[in-house]
């Protein structure tokens, strides 16, 4: 792997978590320069590597969320597995770990044990449920903290079961919670050089997704309002909607703001509706959205998806199409934004398009430096960094252990 560069050069991170959620957050502090040693079963390894594989014995999915890490394989069941896992930590700046609550304490690896070593260590820990509670204890997978954390109430349409988005959102958004709680545990760690221990940070699946749901709770606990799935609607905004065309294509339209409104309708020959009083403002929009729903889709149903976007763009109307994955990979914004990136995969002829790095920083960018490694791929380098070669490497190896 090329030498680290980005702002997290020079911070090491150690990853012990299997899936999406603190992957996401190894990944992303990888992609900015942190070494990330990614931690796998012996033989095995994260069960991602598997999942939606579609050639190969490494899944396009791991190679993404394993971007810029090392992987080492380690038995963390075995003690000579667990104290080279201490060793490592030792010598590390944050650790990433998503087991089940006591999980690592049970493999004398939890925070008080890791800190006594290492008194400046960040713990991240990504769990269903948290840490505490009466429901820590639980196993947590991404689609039930949707569920838990109130997304599902709101999906779909009233007259049908909820629905999922197609990704691990919840895992997702831990990932970034992740992120932020570990950068700020290092930002306070550089602050306070002398403050111990170092922090632990806490983030659950479930309350990642609950802290999207803006006033979904206020709402109700002010004026007992209980909200339901709105289709493609955005409750309490109008007109934000999706809207079928003449081709069979959809166009998304946000006419919500008050200017915003007047040059929708202007822009789709509804002159009146921009001096109705009814509708000088959000509130009475929202109280007559079918109205202006049913304005819109007339009007789009006249014209090519394309055609409808380009009047609405003159008009300055915030809108767009939906995007297939093959229309995303022809996008030229995605490639201008540097949002398409081109990589040789192992197994696969030809490049590979990935998504690219987010955020853009223009002093100190991230970068990709490799794909998701093989299993085991680093062991011998980072264990000759923690002073184990030759014969020692030898014995843990042979006795499965590596």
């Given at each position: 792997?090329?030498?680290?560069?980005?702002?997290?050069?020079?911070?090491?991170?150690?990853?012990?978590?299997?899936?999406?959620?603190?992957?996401?957050?190894?990944?992303?502090?990888?992609?900015?320069?942190?070494?990330?040693?990614?931690?796998?079963?012996?033989?095995?390894?994260?069960?991602?590597?598997?999942?939606?594989?579609?050639?190969?014995?490494?899944?396009?999915?791991?190679?993404?969320?394993?971007?810029?890490?090392?992987?080492?394989?380690?038995?963390?069941?075995?003690?000579?597995?667990?104290?080279?896992?201490?060793?490592?930590?030792?010598?590390?700046?944050?650790?990433?770990?998503?087991?089940?609550?006591?999980?690592?304490?049970?493999?004398?690896?939890?925070?008080?044990?890791?800190?006594?070593?290492?008194?400046?260590?960040?713990?991240?820990?990504?769990?269903?449920?948290?840490?505490?509670?009466?429901?820590?204890?639980?196993?947590?997978?991404?689609?039930?903290?949707?569920?838990?954390?109130?997304?599902?109430?709101?999906?779909?349409?009233?007259?049908?079961?909820?629905?999922?988005?197609?990704?691990?959102?919840?895992d997702s958004v831990a990932g970034l919670y992740a992120v932020i709680g570990a950068l700020m545990g290092l930002l306070r760690r550089d602050r306070e050089p002398g403050a111990a221990p170092g922090e632990v940070v806490d983030v659950a699946l479930y309350e990642a997704v609950y802290s999207l749901m803006e006033s979904l709770l206020p709402d109700y606990a002010a004026f007992g309002v209980v909200r339901g799935?709105?289709?493609?609607?955005?409750?309490?905004?109008?007109?934000?909607?999706?809207?079928?065309?003449?081709?069979?294509?959809?166009?998304?339209?946000?006419?919500?703001?008050?200017?915003?409104?007047?040059?929708?309708?202007?822009?789709?020959?509804?002159?009146?509706?921009?001096?109705?009083?009814?509708?000088?403002?959000?509130?009475?929009?929202?109280?007559?959205?079918?109205?202006?729903?049913?304005?819109?889709?007339?009007?789009?149903?006249?014209?090519?998806?394309?055609?409808?976007?380009?009047?609405?763009?003159?008009?300055?109307?915030?809108?767009?199409?939906?995007?297939?994955?093959?229309?995303?990979?022809?996008?030229?914004?995605?490639?201008?934004?540097?949002m398409h990136e081109r990589h040789h995969v192992r197994g696969h002829d030809g490049e590979v398009t990935f998504p690219g790095i987010v955020p853009t920083l223009t002093e100190r960018p991230g970068r990709t430096r490799a794909l998701g490694p093989e299993l085991g791929e680093h062991t011998e380098a980072v264990l000759a960094e923690l002073g184990v070669t030759g014969e020692a490497v030898t014995r843990l190896?042979?006795?499965?252990?590596?």
């Amino acid at each position: 792997m090329s030498q680290q560069t980005g702002p997290l050069a020079g911070i090491r991170v150690v990853e012990l978590g299997n899936f999406i959620a603190a992957p996401t957050a190894g990944r992303l502090l990888a992609d900015f320069g942190a070494d990330v040693v990614k931690v796998e079963r012996p033989g095995t390894g994260d069960e991602l590597r598997r999942w939606r594989l579609h050639a190969g014995d490494t899944s396009l999915l791991f190679r993404a969320l394993g971007r810029n890490k090392r992987s080492v394989t380690v038995d963390l069941r075995r003690p000579e597995g667990q104290e080279l896992v201490r060793t490592l930590a030792a010598r590390s700046d944050v650790l990433l770990e998503n087991f089940r609550p006591g999980t690592l304490e049970r493999w004398g690896l939890g925070p008080d044990e890791l800190r006594a070593l290492n008194p400046r260590l960040v713990v991240v820990r990504v769990s269903g449920y948290g840490q505490t509670g009466p429901y820590r204890d639980r196993p947590g997978f991404g689609g039930v903290a949707e569920a838990i954390g109130g997304l599902r109430a709101l999906t779909g349409y009233p007259d049908r079961p909820p629905t999922r988005v197609g990704v691990s959102l919840a895992d997702s958004v831990a990932g970034l919670y992740a992120v932020i709680g570990a950068l700020m545990g290092l930002l306070r760690r550089d602050r306070e050089p002398g403050a111990a221990p170092g922090e632990v940070v806490d983030v659950a699946l479930y309350e990642a997704v609950y802290s999207l749901m803006e006033s979904l709770l206020p709402d109700y606990a002010a004026f007992g309002v209980v909200r339901g799935p709105a289709g493609s609607a955005l409750p309490g905004v109008a007109p934000s909607n999706t809207y079928r065309c003449a081709d069979g294509k959809y166009i998304v339209v946000s006419g919500n703001g008050d200017a915003i409104f007047r040059r929708l309708v202007h822009s789709i020959g509804r002159d009146d509706l921009a001096g109705d009083p009814r509708l000088a403002d959000n509130a009475g929009r929202v109280e007559h959205a079918e109205l202006l729903d049913d304005a819109i889709g007339a009007w789009t149903a006249t014209l090519s998806q394309e055609a409808a976007e380009a009047v609405l763009r003159e008009a300055s109307v915030p809108c767009g199409p939906i995007l297939t994955a093959a229309d995303i990979a022809k996008d030229p914004h995605f490639e201008a934004r540097g949002m398409h990136e081109r990589h040789h995969v192992r197994g696969h002829d030809g490049e590979v398009t990935f998504p690219g790095i987010v955020p853009t920083l223009t002093e100190r960018p991230g970068r990709t430096r490799a794909l998701g490694p093989e299993l085991g791929e680093h062991t011998e380098a980072v264990l000759a960094e923690l002073g184990v070669t030759g014969e020692a490497v030898t014995r843990l190896r042979e006795s499965g252990v590596i």
